[in-house]
């Protein structure tokens, strides 16, 4: 039975986290003494010389209304990669703990474990890209915390079969973590319905993709109470700064453009893989739930080089695992797209 007091760090239980002056005093005020700020502000915006909310309390309630969760069921981090840094500092003892990722997929689940010095290990996907859950069942053992689960994946662009997730969320007693950074742009629902039905689950978003709002470093972390109690915990103090929240506030109202910006791209990545499987170097356009393609080459790493001359970038994805000969292609502008076809087209 999952018990969540079972995988939290002792440390962590005992933790007294930072009182900031903002969360000792909520409301309307005239006089703002209590936080050592500079009173006359900036010479070039006056209006950040105050301290953001340090928990972001309007930008949930706006969230919570966009997304259709409590804002007391909402973490927001500095990236998804604040997101998932905190879940290891919080669950994952050093040295002893290991976590599960399901390669390949994306590059911070490891990164950040081997900054925290936890073993990560990997159970290869099938080769249609879906889970190996036997696989996954065997390599779990008694120190397992988490299990990372991307879908739709990066970069293989696929969703995750629905009830494969289920079956690690019911068998799991640890953390599932469900990253979904390009979940806009799929045909699969959501898993934040989900949270009451699964208290070891966490879901992440961000205003990255979709949302059009990289530059802004916003990521969104969904979960039960007790788990969103503990990233508060752990997380600095102003972790979200004050232009970041306004923004987003902004760009939250802003739903009708936003869908509709999604529509469009997704026509485009369907165009951009039915021309992009008329190229006669190009072996395989793979199917996608996301806003990028996986594109299989008979020389990868010489369409690549070349593009990198032709000055169109794209990534290089030949040498992780399952993805030999491949490379992936975010979906442009109609220009853009139309600059590399044009280019491909000369190789």
């Known amino acids: ?80 990669d604040e997101c998932i840094d905190i879940l290891y500092r919080s669950f994952c003892i050093p040295g002893r703990d290991n976590v599960i990722i399901n390669a390949p997929t994306y590059g911070m689940y490891e990164v950040s474990a081997h900054i925290n010095d936890i073993e990560v290990r990997k159970a290869l996907l099938l080769d249609d890209f879906q889970l190996d859950l036997v696989h996954l069942e065997n390599l779990v053992d008694e120190r397992t915390k988490l299990i990372w689960i991307c879908s739709p994946n990066n ?47 966490v879901v992440l978003q961000t205003l990255s993709k979709a949302w059009g709002l990289a530059g802004l470093r916003l990521g969104m972390a969904f979960a039960s109470e007790s788990i969103i109690d503990i990233y508060n915990r752990v997380k600095p103090p102003y972790n979200i700064n004050q232009a970041t929240q306004e923004l987003a506030l902004k760009a939250l109202e802003e739903t009708g453009q936003v869908n509709d910006m999604i529509k469009a791209i997704v026509a485009m990545r369907d165009q951009l893989a039915r021309d992009l499987v008329r190229l006669k170097i ?14 299989k080459f008979e020389d990868a790493r010489a369409v690549y080089e070349y593009l990198l001359k032709r000055k169109v970038v794209v990534r290089d994805r030949s040498k992780m695992e399952l993805c030999g000969g491949c490379l992936r292609i975010t979906v442009g502008t109609e220009t853009e797209n139309k600059e590399l076809l044009m280019v491909l087209e000369q190789f």
């Open 1 to 80: 039975m999952f018990q969540l007091e079972n995988l939290l760090r002792e440390n962590i239980k005992n933790l007294i986290p930072y009182s900031s002056a903002r969360d000792e005093f909520m409301g309307e005020a005239r006089v703002f003494l209590d936080a050592n700020e500079n009173s006359l502000g900036s010479p070039l915006v006056k209006w950040y010389n105050r301290y953001p909310d340090p928990l972001q309390r309007k930008l949930k309630e706006s969230l919570s209304r966009v997304k259709g969760i409590p804002p007391e069921n909402i973490f927001l981090g500095n990236g998804s």
């Open 155 to 201: 970069p293989t662009a696929n969703a995750m079969n629905r009830q494969d997730i289920e079956t690690v969320l019911n068998n799991f007693n640890g953390l599932v973590v469900v990253d979904e950074a390009y979940i806009n742009f799929s045909r699969y629902a959501s898993f934040l319905r989900e949270l009451n039905d699964y208290p070891n689950l």
């Open 282 to 295: 190009v072996q395989r356009v793979y199917e996608s739930e996301a806003n990028f393609l996986l594109v």
